[in-house]
């Protein structure tokens, strides 16, 4: 007999035949069985209840031979008490290894429910028709799959290790081209930093010789005003004295007046251009600025009845151009102008105007206010909500606003950029072509917001392009 077996055997004589558990204070009857004492009380007690329980007079059938036991006849088994006990500590009986159902080992493994069953739980009705093996065959199985499943598991782990270290890494990697990107950036601005104070300390000392220049040229110029007013003065008191003489005293020192009044000669300076040639130019301005650059259209609804909008991408006028525009009360009648489709009040904003002049056209751009007067002529100056350039092709010029020097552009570029700092107050003007500034307005804030503006002069002056669209002035 194996110990298995044996066990098995142990655990059947340490069982109580009612309750089918362990003994708990075993009692044997007359016949020789055993029961847990309160386990043959309460049957017994039962039977007492039953018709004919009288007639034994404390004798009970036993529940196993149905032989009659007088109850007080019932003996403790103080060894089967340590047989119990011992069975109950036995490692091979704990509650894991026996079935609930049927208290019996759990020997057998159902393949379709995957958990163990004893060998009753095997003829059940449940189990019957699934597949059953020994528990040995199937621990056989499993640890198969499980031995294969650690080594993929392994292998997993084992990968995930390696790309956590490549990770890890490509992290410190990265964070090194940040580290060295950010350190280019700096000494990339800071070269660029010097680079500028060089081109502006160059660009200050052009202005300063050319002021130099300019100024001792003014200076001689008015040095041999100065001389020759100076003796033309003492010529004329000379004169003057003179004619105060008698008439023999004149002619004595005339022949000496008449000498002197030949000898001087009255000259005039050329006027001395003060033109400025130094032109204020910060080298990648213009690329910074198109950061902030925005599509900005003119307003088909604004603008001057015989002012004509074209619009290239869908090749189509945005305005009639053989009838007569409506006159709403935002469309432009005393210019020939218009205005953006969108208002800014508030950020920075840049965008750029093309110009093809003919002739001596006079063209104005920037920005005005949304209020402006669109009926009346008025000035385009600050004062009344315009913050504009006027340009010509030619020598002429118009003053953009009421000033002791206004902005003078006798050769408009082809390209202008206008850029809008709405918090800082200040609207700029900008050679596209060569990156020069033009000129800029600047005041603590705007009243309200500004639309782009765009005024052509006469027909067949000329066509002004605005991103996709032209405008000119039909004749």
Known sequence: MDALELARKLQEEATCSICLDYFTDPVMTACGHNFCRECIRLMWEKAKSRKGGRKR????????CRELSPQRNLRPNRLLTKVAEMAR???????????????ELLKLFCED????ICVVCRESREHRPHTVVPIEEAVQEYKL?????????????MKTREMQAREKQTLAEWQEKVKEQRQRILMEFEKMGLLLVEEEQRLLQAL??????????????????????????????????ENQHTPLQMLQAMKELLSRRNSLRVQYPEATPTLLRTVCKVPGQIEVLKNFQEDVVPDPATAYPYLLLYESRQRRYLTPPLEPMPHGKDRFLAYPCA?????????????EVGMNLTGDALWALGVCRDNVSRRDRVPKCPENG??????????????????????????????????????????????????????????????????????????????????????????
């Open 57 to 64: 007079r404390g004798s009970f059938p036993c529940p196993e």
């Open 89 to 103: 500590q036995h490692p091979a009986f704990q509650s894991r290894d026996l079935c609930k159902a049927h208290q």
């Open 113 to 116: 429910d995957q958990s163990p």
């Open 145 to 157: 799959k499980l031995e294969a499943d650690i080594g993929s598991l392994r292998e997993e782990m």
């Open 208 to 241: 300063k010789e050319e002021e130099d220049e300019v100024v001792a040229k003014l200076r001689e110029s008015s040095a041999s005003l100065e001389k020759q007013g100076h003796a033309l003065e003492m010529l004329l008191l000379q004169l003057e004295d």
């Open 339 to 351: 205005v953006g489709q969108e208002a800014f009040s508030s950020g920075r904003h840049y965008w």
């Open 386 to 475: 315009f913050w504009v350039v006027q340009l010509c092709k030619g020598k002429k010029y118009m003053p953009t606003m009421p000033s002791p020097t206004p902005v003078t552009l006798a050769e408009p570029p082809s390209h202008v950029g206008i850029f809008l700092d709405f918090e800082a107050g200040e609207v700029s003007f900008y050679n596209v072509k060569d990156g020069s500034h033009l000129h800029t307005y600047a005041q603590p804030k705007f009243s309200g917001p500004l639309q782009p503006f765009f005024c052509l002069g006469a027909p067949k002056s000329g066509q002004m392009v605005i991103s996709t669209v032209t405008l000119w002035v039909k004749g």
